[in-house]
């Protein structure tokens, strides 16, 4: 592969830094907004969870 690239100009493969770090910050912001959130909050942020996980396992 390496060979091909070389023979015909085209550039180095991804070493998938670049989608990691853009993964890392995906993940980053969601749990920020978390930190923000009063117990109660957080409390019906988890109810809803739930109650979205049992609703899809009815409909599998």
Request: proline share 2%; no cysteine; glycine share 4%.
């Amino acid at each position: 592969m390496r060979e091909y690239r070389d023979i015909n100009n085209l550039e180095p493969m991804s070493d998938g830094s670049k989608e990691l770090e853009i993964i890392k910050k995906e993940k980053v912001s969601k749990y920020e907004d978390l930190k923000e959130m009063t117990k109660d909050q957080l409390i019906d942020e988890v109810i809803k969870a739930r109650v979205g996980e049992e609703r899809t396992k009815k409909v599998d």
